[in-house]
C-alpha cells in the first residue's frame, strides 16, 4: 500500500506567532532596504544602466515626451539616464570628429521628426573635418529654455568626448530669472550648486525653487516615480527602435502668432528702462566655455520668425520687441569680440514661412538653411589645432 505521509499536516503547524515574526521581519528588511537606498542615493548609478545601444539602437534625442503612449517617450530628470539612452553613449569610432549640438526646443525638434533635426541636417551634409575624420553631429537640444539647463547638460555630457559644440541661442534662454525655472534644473539642485559654485554665477544656491529631497524623499518610496521612470524609459526601447518615434505629431497645431498688440515689453522691461546687461546671464556663457575647456564651441544666434503683420514696426514676433532683441544682438556680439568666442548670427536667415508654431521652431526646409548656414561656417573656419578659425560672422 502506497505510504502518502508526506501529504499530511506538519507535527508542528504554522502558528500566528510565526507568521507575525515574518511579516516583522520582512519590514525590518524594507525599511533596512529604503535606509540604505536613501544613503547610497544610487540613482545615478542605476540611470547609466541601459539597454539602449547595446539591446536597442540609442535615440537621437534626448528623452521628453508627456504622451508616452503615442510616442514612446518621456520626460525624466536623471542626467545619466538621459544620456545613457542617447546615441552619443555609443564608443567613439577611430575616424570620427564628434559634434556637439546643444540647445532649445529648435534644436531638439518640435513637430520635426529624427532625421529631420538641425543636427539630422548637418550629418547630412557629410562634413570631414581637417585630419581626415568623418564628422559626427549629436542633438543635445532638449526643450525648456535657459542657458544653465544647457551647461549642465554638457557637463554631463563631456565624458563623451566632444571635438566640437556648437551652441544655438536666443533671447528667451537668456534673462537670469530663466536660468532656475527649468525642471530639468529644479530636480538637479547639487548639481546646480556645484555649478554655481565652481564658476561663481550670479545665482543663488538657495533658491526655493530648487527641489530639495527630505530623507524619506530619498528612499525606494519617494524614489518610486523615479525608479518606475527608469524601467519605462527601457521599455520604450523596443517600441522606438521599431518606429523611430519619440514625439507626438498633433494632425493641426496652433501657428506662430504674426498680428500683435502694441505692447513693447520684454521680461518686464520696457524702451526706457534699457536692456540691463547683468539682466542676462553671460555668465552662464563664460562658465559654458570654461567648462569645454580645450574644445572649441561656435555660439549661433538662431533664426527667428520676423513678421510682417500688424504692429510688426514694434515688435519682431510674439516673444521679441524690436528695441530689445537689438538691443541683446549689440551686447552678444560685443561679447563675443571682447571675449574671443566664435559668433554666427544668423537671426533673419530663414524665411518667415519656414517658422512653425513659435518664433524658433522651424520647418525641414528651414533647419536645412540653418544647417547649410553653419556648415559653411564650419568648411571655411577649419577646425585646427583646438580652434575656430571663424570670428563674428
Do not use: C
Not at 147 to 168: E, G, N, R, V
Request: hydrophobic content about 45%.
Amino acid at each position: 500500500m502506497a505510504n502518502w505521509s508526506w501529504l499530511e499536516q506538519p507535527s508542528a503547524p504554522y502558528t500566528r506567532g510565526f507568521a507575525g515574526r515574518v511579516i516583522v521581519k520582512a519590514a525590518l528588511l524594507f525599511i533596512l532596504l529604503n535606509v540604505l537606498f536613501a544613503l547610497l542615493d544610487p540613482l545615478p548609478v542605476l540611470g547609466r544602466l541601459s539597454l539602449y545601444n547595446v539591446v536597442f539602437p540609442g535615440r537621437e534625442r534626448l528623452p521628453y515626451g508627456e504622451n508616452p503612449a503615442q510616442s514612446y517617450n518621456l520626460s525624466l530628470m536623471n542626467l545619466p539616464a538621459m544620456l545613457a539612452s542617447h546615441e552619443v553613449a555609443r564608443p567613439k569610432a577611430a575616424n570620427e570628429y564628434r559634434v556637439f549640438v546643444m540647445g532649445d526646443s529648435s534644436v531638439w525638434g518640435i513637430l520635426l521628426k529624427p532625421d529631420e533635426t538641425l543636427a539630422a541636417q548637418l550629418n547630412a551634409l557629410d562634413l570631414t573635418a581637417p585630419d581626415g575624420r568623418r564628422m559626427r553631429f549629436y542633438n543635445l537640444g532638449h526643450p525648456v529654455m535657459a542657458l544653465l539647463k544647457d551647461l549642465m547638460l554638457l557637463d554631463t555630457a563631456m565624458p563623451y568626448q566632444p571635438d566640437l559644440i556648437i551652441w544655438p541661442l536666443t533671447p528667451q534662454s537668456f534673462p537670469r530669472e530663466q536660468q532656475l525655472y527649468p525642471p530639468l534644473v529644479q530636480h538637479n539642485a547639487d548639481t546646480v550648486r556645484r555649478l554655481i559654485q565652481t564658476y561663481h554665477l550670479n545665482l543663488s544656491p538657495d533658491d526655493p525653487r530648487l527641489v530639495n529631497p527630505s530623507f524619506l524623499d530619498k528612499t525606494i518610496i519617494g524614489r518610486r516615480r523615479d525608479l518606475a521612470d527608469l524601467l519605462r524609459l527601457q521599455l520604450y526601447g523596443a517600441a522606438w527602435g521599431a518606429t523611430g518615434i519619440d514625439q507626438f505629431y498633433p494632425a493641426e497645431y496652433k501657428p506662430r502668432q504674426s498680428d500683435f498688440e502694441e505692447d513693447v515689453s520684454w521680461q518686464g522691461l520696457n524702451p526706457e528702462d534699457g536692456l540691463p546687461e547683468d539682466f542676462l546671464a553671460f555668465d552662464v556663457i563664460e562658465a559654458f566655455m570654461q567648462r569645454a575647456g580645450d574644445v572649441p564651441v561656435l555660439l549661433v544666434n538662431e533664426p527667428i520668425y520676423i513678421s510682417g503683420g500688424q504692429n510688426s514696426n514694434l515688435r519682431y514676433n510674439f516673444w521679441y520687441p524690436r528695441w530689445a532683441y537689438d538691443a541683446y544682438r549689440i551686447m552678444l556680439k560685443d561679447r563675443a569680440q571682447a571675449n574671443d568666442w566664435p559668433l554666427l548670427d544668423t537671426w533673419d536667415a530663414v524665411a518667415p514661412d519656414e517658422f512653425t508654431d513659435s518664433p524658433v521652431h522651424m520647418t525641414l526646409a528651414g533647419t536645412r538653411q540653418l544647417a547649410e548656414a553653419i556648415g559653411r561656417v564650419i568648411e571655411a573656419g577649419r577646425v585646427d589645432s583646438g580652434k575656430l578659425a571663424v570670428r563674428n560672422g
